[in-house]
């Protein structure tokens, strides 16, 4: 399954981002470390690593953004679904649970509800972007290069990606392009010689 993950992560990266999270504040709520960047960077691949060292300083909840894109035209929406279904209620100390998207049925099927936590990591394109940025205490720019990206994204979702790919990274660079994205990051990390 795409979320599990095979490759072990950057443990300079673990590290980092962790070093971000233990000092950041919470307004209300968990310390939000969002995972941002384009597909095949290596988001779910530093989730696993950052939501496994962060349980040595308290409870840990992990939201894949994957989960929540309303389809292959929904990268646009996520930013928004995320912050009214997730970010916003934990804010206010309240319960969140969100919609999940069947991306073999095309619609929604089902909710997850999300743990209270000390910490959230939230991966995903969009993670970061647009009323998400709000409630991000540590937002991560993660990226590599464009070609391995697309072999990565290929090797992990098989055939079925490949008529989507180009549909989806149009999407990324307008989301990216729009919000800035990565210029506004606390930390960027480049995944292409891993």
Do not use: N
């Amino acid at each position: 399954m795409w979320d599990e993950g095979t490759q072990p992560p950057c443990e300079e990266h673990v590290a980092a981002v962790v070093s971000l999270a233990l000092a950041a504040e919470s307004a209300g709520g968990p310390v939000v470390v969002a995972l941002d960047g384009p597909s095949g960077a290596g988001k779910t691949t530093l989730a696993h690593g950052v939501a496994s060292a962060l349980e040595a300083f308290g409870t840990v909840a992990v939201v894949h953004l994957d989960r929540i894109y309303p389809g292959w035209d929904g990268l646009a929406q996520a930013p928004a679904l995320l912050a009214t279904q997730v970010l916003e209620p934990l804010a206010r100390g309240e319960h969140a649970a969100y919609r999940l998207w069947s991306w073999v049925r095309d619609e929604w099927a089902g909710t997850r509800e999300v743990a209270p936590s000390r910490f959230l990591v939230v991966e995903g394109c969009g993670a970061s972007a647009g009323p998400a940025r709000a409630y991000a205490a540590v937002s991560v720019f993660v990226d590599a290069d464009p070609a391995l990206r697309r072999r990565r994204g290929l090797e992990r979702d098989g055939e079925t990606y490949r008529p989507h790919w180009r549909r989806w990274a149009d999407q990324e660079t307008a989301l990216f392009t729009e919000d800035r994205t990565k210029e506004r990051a606390d930390l960027v990390v480049d995944t292409s010689t891993l």
